[in-house]
């Protein structure tokens, strides 16, 4: 953990830095056009600002643990950027935990912004027709699991009070999102979606991918 092991808070350019590249990227993969479209980026947004708010800016959670914990809180100097990874302080500034966690919250965080691109993509170059190929033969709202997993990738890797907080609150939107985008999608197709509906699930898969379906997944993706 080279270079971890120092103060890094009051880094308010890097936090204003991170909500705008990770913003930017959701945007460009999201592409929202509607209300209801930026209304669930919004939200995801304002998630990233209370993020990297605390991640470089002021660790809040840090210091409300620090204050009820006293001389109990498990790393002696809490406020280097290895120990402000929550899950690294609890298992005393573990440097087996940040190898793993670190790298691992990275992948998921970009694997469901790809999925997000990918769910957008699929809906989009259906031109009003229904679209059950590609990622739509797996979930239903590609998008929102997308959603759902950055912000797991971001948890594992940078829990905060706030966040925690936040992120059922996002999910449980995302969730009634989904509802209501679903009363559009019967009223248009009707039977055919009813009967999609009945054998794909909304948001996980039933199975397990395989590497043929991810290279299914990814082969439409480049030709749609």
């Given amino acids: 953990m080279h270079g971890e092991n120092i103060y890094a808070y009051g880094l308010w350019g890097a936090v204003v830095l991170n909500i705008f590249i990770f913003g930017l990227f959701a945007y460009s993969a999201f592409k929202p056009t509607t209300k ?7 939200a995801f947004t304002a ?10 800016g002021f660790p809040l959670t840090i210091y409300i643990l620090t204050s009820i914990l006293g001389n109990k809180y498990p790393v002696l100097d809490p406020f280097t950027h290895a120990n402000g990874h ?65 912000i797991i990738g971001f948890l594992m890797q940078w829990p905060t009070i706030i966040t925690l907080v936040m992120a059922p609150i996002l999910l449980i939107m995302y969730a009634r999102l989904a509802k209501k985008e679903e009363k559009v999608m019967i009223a248009t197709f009707g039977q055919q979606y009813l009967e999609y509906k009945k054998e794909i699930p909304a948001f996980i898969p039933k199975k397990m991918l395989t590497l043929s379906d991810i290279a299914e997944i990814i082969r439409v993706f480049r030709n749609q």
Avoid: C
């Avoid at 209801?36 to 919004?42: E, F, I, V, Y």
């Fill in 36 to 42: 209801r479209d930026w209304r669930t980026l919004g």
């Fill in 47 to 56: 998630f990233l600002v209370a993020l990297f708010s605390e991640m470089y």
């Fill in 86 to 150: 929550l899950w690294v302080a609890i298992t005393g500034g573990s440097p087996i935990v940040y190898a793993i966690l670190h790298p691992l919250s990275n992948v998921l965080i970009f694997i469901g912004l790809f999925i997000i691109a990918i769910g957008w993509k699929g809906i989009h170059s259906g031109n009003g027709t229904l679209v059950t190929n590609g990622i739509y033969r797996f979930v239903r709202h590609p998008q929102y699991s997308g959603f759902a997993l950055t």
